[in-house]
């Protein structure tokens, strides 16, 4: 690679390349090496660290304001897994070293990372095998939906459908239809849970499973938890959880125990690592025993002179869904996390995320209308109903948010719940930076009574004020991109 390297400069500076300098095995012909030096703009440190000091301010993110954004988990990401991740020996890996070269120096720690890891997410989790591959929360899905096919298929069952209850995760009916399956949705109730009587008609011989989100997309544990898998596996079917926010219950239960039998995580959320510009991410998927035959290749094995390899062999395996490990270096920042926080640490981060949210819906019942009342978990959805007697909508409440210095929360979504707004504080979050953000949200709960038109004008503190959003999504310049 070096010597690749050498060659494409070598024009440079007068150097002429001499034969000798050549590589033998890649022949580069002369009319491709550079005569001339490129024109690359001659800057000065300081000019660098200048330009990117600037871009970086431009910046919004959780190291610099409050950002509760509902369901995506916008969490402060510890250091130091940053800084163990930039270890060479883990920054510098590359996917096709081998296993065992030098004694097994090379890569066997980075192995047994992913080994470990498995074992620690199972005991989380109360599944029995992990894949670390999937790269986000919905390839995950896709994974353990695959998985659910092919165990449905080495049976010889004829399973057309997926149920998934109304108040699911966006990506969760994706998933299943992009696998093959017809979505059948299961709706909920006033209370903002499944309806277990309406799931009870539905269930039938073409039930391959459900998925299910939990706590739910409105921020509830479903309490009929353990029915519901009851149900589905009375005719065969497999219970999907979908554990993207498992930080609402992390320490404190485990979807095994529930009955269920395919559970996806988010690395990305609850273990805290960087969600990036829509990644990289990672969502691993761990089922229960008699799934683990089709979990995808490879997987880390632990051999009996203590060694770790990778395992291909794998007949009943859904095969490759990501190339090489997954995103290892995610994976890694993730198993600081754990390891970090240790058993008693990871309980604190459920505690504080539900003590979190329940608080901020406290705070702001008597200002925003609440379409479930009741205890929420790691997040608590409003609804600016009230504030539409004004003309505001939640779009001028996040607006709003902007000019105030915050992130706005995620609106219009779950879809069941009308003008939503979905709050996600975190655990990472201190009670002074809560109540800063609840006094902006009554501030702007009182602008929205007294002036709603300048509400309606926010932001005005941003260089471009309100966007346009409609001729944003209808202008777009191809050329420009
Ligand atoms: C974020 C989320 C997903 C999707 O995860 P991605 O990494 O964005 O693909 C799925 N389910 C739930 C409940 C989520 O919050």
Redesign the pocket.
């Known amino acids: 690679m070096n010597l690749i390297f050498d060659k494409s400069i070598a024009g440079r500076r007068g150097v002429v390349p001499q034969k000798s300098d050549v590589p033998t095995t890649v022949n580069i012909r002369p009319e491709f090496l550079r005569q001339l030096d490129a024109n690359l703009p001659q800057v000065s440190e300081l000019d660098v660290v200048r330009h990117f000091t600037a871009l970086s301010r431009r910046n919004f993110g959780v190291d610099t304001n409050f950002y509760p954004l509902g ?3 916008m969490k402060y990401n510890p250091k130091v897994a940053e800084r163990i991740a930039a270890y060479p020996g883990f920054a510098h890996l590359h996917p096709l070293m081998p296993q065992l070269r030098m004694g097994g120096l090379l890569t066997q720690g980075d192995l047994e990372v992913i080994y470990d890891m498995d074992k620690l997410l199972c005991e989380i989790t109360g599944m029995a095998g992990f894949t670390m591959q999937p790269m ?6 896709l994974t353990g939906i695959m998985i659910m096919a092919a165990y449905h298929r080495d049976k010889g069952n004829k399973k057309t459908t997926v149920l998934i209850p109304d108040n ?2 966006g ?2 009916p994706a998933s299943a239809a992009i696998a093959g399956y017809k979505v059948v949705t299961v709706p909920s109730n006033d209370r903002g849970v499944m309806d277990i009587k309406a799931l009870k008609q539905m269930v039938n011989s073409e039930t391959a499973g459900i998925m299910l ?1 939990c706590p739910n ?1 409105v921020g509830i544990f479903e309490p009929d938890i353990k029915e519901i898998c009851d149900i589905i596996h009375a005719v065969d079917g497999l219970a999907y959880y ?1 554990g ?2 498992l930080n609402a219950i992390i320490g404190k239960a485990r979807p095994g125990d529930f009955g269920f039998d395919i559970v ?1 995580l ?1 690395l ?2 609850t273990f805290a690592t960087p ?1 990036g510009g ?2 990289p ?1 990672a ?1 691993p998927v761990g089922v229960v025993k008699k799934l683990c035959d089709f979990l995808p290749v490879s997987l880390v094995v632990k051999r009996n002179d203590g060694t770790f390899a990778l395992e291909y062999d794998r007949p009943k395996s859904i095969g490759y869904i990501a190339p090489f490990y997954g995103n290892f270096a995610i994976i890694l920042r993730a198993y600081v996390y754990i390891v970090m926080l240790g058993k008693e640490g990871l309980k604190r981060v459920a505690e504080n995320a539900v003590l979190n949210a329940n608080y901020i819906k406290h705070k702001l019942k008597d200002y925003y209308d609440l379409p479930f009342a009741g205890v929420c978990k790691h997040e608590c959805v409003f609804s600016a109903t009230r504030q539409n007697a004004t003309g505001i909508h939640a779009l001028d409440i996040a607006k709003g948010l902007i000019d105030r210095g915050y992130h706005p929360p995620t609106i219009y979504f779950p879809s069941i719940v009308k003008e939503a707004l979905m709050i996600e504080p975190t655990e990472t979050e201190s009670k002074e930076t809560m109540d800063l953000f609840i006094d902006a949200m009554i501030d702007i709960a009182k602008q929205a009574q007294a002036e709603p038109e300048k509400l309606k004008a926010a932001p005005i503190t941003t260089p471009v004020g309100r966007l346009d959003e409609t001729a944003a999504a209808k202008n777009v310049d191809i050329a420009a991109i």
Request: with cysteine.
């Open positions: 369901s995506c988990t986000a929360g919905a390839h995950g899905e699911a995760h990506t969760n989100t997309t979908d993207a926010n996806h988010n990305h959320k969600h829509g990644g991410g969502g």
